[in-house]
């Protein structure tokens, strides 16, 4: 996924001068080709990542499209304020590639995990939030951000997850995609985002197995949340799961609630959050380890809906 989204900047550079990267103390040899080719717009800055934000926000006023990338602590925790008031104050279409969305940095600790960067980044005015869930949407994403208005934070995965997603469906920021429908009603519900989408599926295989259909929602932006599906799916569903890697503060379940909240009437479900805990981490691993730890394992989310859904 990240060398995915990465080297569709330099592809849809190709056919359109306004796209620049600006990279932060990334690999030297990054985007190669793209520096050799395109030399003023491929820039790879020290460890400066307030700068590189600034410098994207004034390269965005000149008529530039450009593409931030590195760690995403880096640009949410630590760029916060030049996020808020350089690119989200002035609604400029600048894109943040932030590597290493949720707990893909395992082995490196609290300091490199980013579990809460959809909440700040969903805090913002103007900004957009997206987690996509393999390489082959992340192209799709990568081609509809082009001439999208907004900044864009663009929370990537770790690189070589299955490939879920499917063409036929379509990719449109702000619409969610139903993975796997389910006719009738009183079933489970699970809406995922991001990489969680890929368990939810091989969680309601296992429910499947257990004679227990769920349907699976995948919502690759949540902001702008795609208000309507969900809406929709959760008028038929007997229970409503969000499944994210994130913690259950401001997160894709914060996002579902906060909808629910507004138009849910007197008869609002419950939305049962299944997410990382309220705490840093104390484990150090692999990131299937502190997923694992967490409760959110496709076994464990399946147990999980069992559970609540009396199975």
């Known amino acids: 996924m990240r060398a995915t989204c990465v080297n569709m900047v330099y592809e849809l550079a190709k056919t359109d001068e306004r796209i620049a990267f600006i990279g932060s103390d990334l690999s030297p040899g990054l985007l190669a080709a793209m520096k050799k080719d395109m030399p003023d717009r491929h820039f790879m800055e020290g460890v400066m990542e307030q700068h590189i934000v600034g410098m994207a926000a004034g390269m965005a006023m000149d008529g530039f499209i450009p593409y931030v990338n590195t760690i995403a602590t880096f640009l949410t925790r630590r760029c916060y304020e030049q996020v808020a008031l350089d690119l989200c104050l002035h609604d400029l279409p600048v894109r943040l590639i932030a590597n290493g ?150 997160g894709l379940g914060s996002a579902v609630s906060d909808l629910l909240d507004l138009q849910g009437g007197k008869t609002r479900p419950v939305v049962n959050k299944l997410a990382l805990p309220d705490r840093f981490q104390e484990n150090y691993g692999l990131q299937e380890d502190l997923l694992a730890i967490a409760g959110l394992s496709p076994q464990a989310i399946a147990d999980t809906v069992m559970k609540h859904a009396g199975g």
Not at 103 to 122: F, K, S, W
Request: aromatic share 4%; hydrophobic share 45%; with cysteine.
């Open 101 to 250: 969305g949720g707990v893909v940095y395992a082995p490196l600790g609290p300091t490199h995990l980013a579990v809460e960067d959809i909440a700040i980044m969903r805090a913002l005015p103007n900004m957009t939030v997206v987690a996509v869930v393999d390489a082959e949407e992340m192209k799709r994403l990568m081609r509809a951000s082009v001439d999208w208005p907004h900044p864009i934070y663009i929370r990537l995965g770790k690189g070589g997850d299955p490939i879920v997603s499917d063409e036929k469906h379509g990719f449109e920021i702000g619409k969610g995609i139903v993975m796997r429908p389910v006719a009738g009603s009183g079933h489970p519900l699970l809406i995922s985002c991001g990489v969680m989408s890929g368990r939810a599926l091989d969680a309601a295989k296992i429910l499947a197995g257990k004679g227990i259909e769920a349907e699976v929602v995948h919502i690759h932006t949540v902001k702008p949340l795609d208000q309507a599906l969900i809406l929709d799916r959760v008028k038929a569903a007997g229970s409503i799961f969000t499944i994210e890697e994130h913690t259950a503060i401001g």
